[in-house]
């Protein structure tokens, strides 16, 4: 008998039935005695294109049903070797951007002051932010991995400094994140100018386009990645879902053609393992543009693979 939470069983439970928590975990409102705390930040008035992530986070808890205990590749068992409860989602204001953003903070500031790692699901991209100010009040600042079609480095969109779009410019300007020790993987397609770009390579982050991607296996990039960031300091993953190609992962509210494949996804995760990773965050899977379902079982599994890429997680022999 296992002192951690085990996920309920497919054989003991049909995945169709039962309540469906992420990884059918137990539901635990606080996240006091916890090593890990999934989160979810149902929030999308941040987004400048098509809405509906906030309902990732209820279709990634309904599609986590099929994701198993056990990596088969990596021997990889987090259940048994972190304790881990699915503790609901943020009570967001729906009608004030500004407000969730310090709701967000708030709350993520009572998970890390438990002593939980924390493992989040949007939502949009904008709930990085407040996460990150949480993080670095813990930490200081952040070295980040950061998977995305976009930069999000924008001054300012339509007026806002602080959308879907802005948030990294923004948390390199709070002092954040340490951006010589900040990579950008599968950047791509059009933008509005060289500096959509070039402003976060001047401050020393290392922009990794889909393109230098292309047709190759990611594992030699997540080495040098390793060496950069050093096996101490406080990491954070964002991955935004939209970083993958869109016949992979359709369901997203800005889509980009030619971009990173499952299987780079599932490099760039388990290539984080060895380095201290803090805290991670899957954004930006939009249920009404994923009929399938596929791009948020998708989600479910990338956030299956970050568990077992926090420090400590159990690989069997």
């Not at 990645?225 to 990491?235: A, F």
Request: aromatic share 6%.
């Amino acid at each position: 008998m296992s002192e951690f939470n085990q996920p309920l069983s497919g054989n003991e439970m049909p995945r169709f039935g039962g309540i469906a928590s992420m990884f059918r975990l137990p539901v635990q409102l606080s996240a006091e005695g916890l090593d890990v705390a999934i989160v979810g930040v149902p929030l999308d008035c941040g987004t400048s294109n098509r809405a509906g992530s906030r309902y990732g986070p209820r279709q990634i808890r309904a599609e986590s049903v099929l994701v198993r205990p056990y990596g088969m590749a990596t021997k990889a068992a987090p259940f048994d070797s972190f304790q881990v409860a699915d503790t609901g989602d943020v009570a967001l204001n729906t009608y004030n951007l500004e407000k969730s953003i310090g709701i967000i903070e708030s709350h993520f500031d009572g998970v890390l002051a438990s002593g939980a790692k924390t493992l989040a699901m949007g939502g949009d991209h904008t709930i990085t932010l407040p996460i990150l100010r949480a993080q670095a009040k813990v930490h200081g600042p952040l070295a980040v991995v950061h998977v995305d079609a976009h930069a999000d480095m924008n001054d300012h969109m339509f007026g806002e400094s602080i959308t879907h779009g802005t948030i990294f410019r923004r948390a390199i300007e709070e002092g954040l994140i340490d951006p010589t020790k900040m990579v950008q993987i599968g950047l791509r397609a059009t933008g509005y100018a060289a500096d959509d770009f070039d402003w976060a390579r001047q401050r020393g982050v290392r922009v990794v386009s889909a393109e230098e991607c292309w047709y190759k296996s990611l594992d030699p990039l997540m080495a040098e990645v390793r060496e950069q960031i050093g096996s101490d300091h406080p990491v954070y993953l964002s991955f935004d879902i939209d970083g993958l190609d869109p016949s992979v992962a359709p369901g997203t509210g800005t889509p980009e053609p030619a971009g990173l494949m499952t299987s780079q996804s599932l490099e760039i995760i388990r290539g984080a393992f060895g380095t201290n990773l803090v805290g991670a965050d899957l954004v930006e899977v939009s249920p009404p543009y994923d009929t399938s379902g596929n791009t948020a079982l998708l989600a479910a599994n990338l956030m299956f693979e970050m568990l077992c890429s926090f420090p400590g997680c159990q690989r069997r022999d």
